[in-house]
């Protein structure tokens, strides 16, 4: 468990932040802390500075833990409400535990009449979860969502900011492969040896 985290776990209570407990610290891969003083280091500034740090810490965990928020905040010299304030007003900013990768379906109508249904159970299939929750190992959640703007390119999947436009269930095997190999090349650059956790709300 990260010194740091535990310092930084108490400020506020886990409720405040929206959440019923403490999150296992453990789950927050120790280079985290390391990683926000690094780039806080190599971007020097303000408090103008939140919002581009907290889309690299999203990045990298999938969400954002409240720990590592009042974390920011203190880094930042702001306060915990400062912060929650930013996170709860975009709608990217997300604080509930995704995968570090999260998977969306498009159900929207001109998703699913093209055949959106067969592409979700297909990543169903592939990574061995029901729709809606994250895999063992934490790499992916996967989720259905209602149409998000891209109609013309249905069936549609979103994971995390990349569009994969006319997915079709032959497909879905590469696209996670792809997203594993990335984990993998973002782990082993970090020296991590194990970390996974990228990513507003909705
Ligand atoms: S219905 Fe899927 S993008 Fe519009």
């Known amino acids: 468990m990260s010194e740091r985290g ?3 776990a108490t400020i506020v209570p ?3 932040w929206g959440a019923e407990e403490l999150p296992d610290l453990a789950e927050i891969p120790a280079q985290t ?5 690094r780039w806080l280091a190599e971007h020097p500034g303000g408090r103008e500075r939140l919002i581009p740090l907290l889309h690299v810490v999203q990045r990298r965990l999938g969400w954002l833990p409240f720990p590592v928020l009042e974390y ?5 010299g702001m306060s915990p409400v400062e912060v929650h304030g930013v996170v709860s007003f975009y709608h990217f900013f997300r604080t509930d535990k995704k995968g570090r990768f999260n998977i969306k379906v498009c159900m929207g109508t001109a998703c699913y009449v093209r055949g959106a249904g067969r592409v979700i159970e297909a990543f169903a299939d592939e990574l061995g979860v029901e729709v ?3 895999t063992e190992d934490g790499l992916f959640t996967l989720e259905e969502v209602r149409c998000v703007g891209a109609c013309g390119l249905a069936p549609v999947v979103v994971v995390n900011d990349h569009v994969y436009g006319n ?3 032959r497909r879905v095997r590469r696209i996670v492969k792809r997203h594993r190999r990335e984990a993998e090349v973002e782990t ?5 040896g194990g970390g996974t956790a990228e990513g ?3």
Do not use: C, F, Q
């Open 167 to 169: 997915v079709d269930p």
């Open 188 to 192: 082993e650059a970090a020296g991590d």
């Open 200 to 202: 507003g709300k909705g």
């Open 33 to 37: 802390w390391e990683a926000i003083d």
């Open 6 to 8: 535990e310092a930084h």
């Open 132 to 134: 809606g929750d994250t």
């Open 72 to 76: 920011v905040a203190d880094r930042l």
């Open 14 to 16: 886990p409720d405040y």
